[in-house]
């Protein structure tokens, strides 16, 4: 059963060159192969060839052009982006807020395949209604600049009842957990660069 809880009362409460073959070509199928073989050489069996890590992007993992750095095969996803595709390693499709405790945004933990926790609901009349910005649905990615995204619920939820800080800093992807999180999801390279703006940060 997923665990949701509204953060008012949090404070209290827990991506070789061909060279033609030098032998005699008496058969246009040999010369035929030799051409393929050395496309294949050139760019990869699939026409592609292997990404390197900091190239590769969500897009390259939906389309199948996986980076050569991936520890493991990654199932196919298929030959196209779905239409409502978001990118989580554009930073246009993040919002930060600051706000008070308590905030009145009611936090639910995504499908286990996922981790993570997400905006379920703004209470009416609450700091987050007011401030506006953050919306049911938002991905919480980091609290006062550490990274809370894929953990679980409590620890996630505690970083924010453990701050002292006046005014919290939030940082949210704004589109569902199957674009931020698996193979469409932003790299956690990415992610650490993105949340402290090229320094690396430690999963809190």
């Not at 059963?1 to 070509?25: D, L, N, Q």
């Not at 051409?35 to 990869?44: N, R, S, T």
């Not at 991936?70 to 196209?80: E, F, I, L, N, R």
């Not at 809370?148 to 919290?168: C, H, N, P, R, Y």
Request: hydrophobic share 40%.
């Amino acid at each position: 059963m997923k665990s949701s809880i509204i953060v008012a009362a949090a404070t209290t409460t827990c991506a070789h060159a061909f060279v033609p073959s030098s032998g005699p070509r008496t058969l246009s199928t040999s010369l035929n192969m030799g051409l393929f073989d050395g496309v294949k050489e050139a760019f990869g069996a699939d026409g592609m060839g292997e990404l390197d890590g900091d190239r590769e992007t969500p897009i390259d993992r939906w389309m199948g052009w996986n980076s050569k750095s991936m520890d493991s095969p990654q199932d196919a996803v298929g030959s196209k982006a779905p239409v409502d595709f978001i990118d989580s390693m554009d930073s246009q499709n993040y919002i930060t807020t600051s706000l008070q405790k308590p905030m009145g945004i009611v936090f639910e933990e995504n499908d286990s395949e996922f981790g993570g926790i997400f905006a379920l609901e703004i209470n009416e009349g609450s700091s987050a209604a007011a401030d506006g910005t953050v919306r049911p649905g938002d991905q919480l990615v980091s609290v006062g600049g550490k990274k809370v995204s894929g953990l679980q619920f409590e620890v996630a939820l505690g970083t924010i009842i453990d701050s002292t800080e006046e005014k919290i800093e939030l940082v949210f992807f704004r589109g569902p957990a199957k674009f931020l999180y698996g193979a469409a999801g932003a790299s956690q390279e990415w992610l650490d660069e993105f949340i402290k703006g090229g320094e690396k940060v430690e999963a809190a």
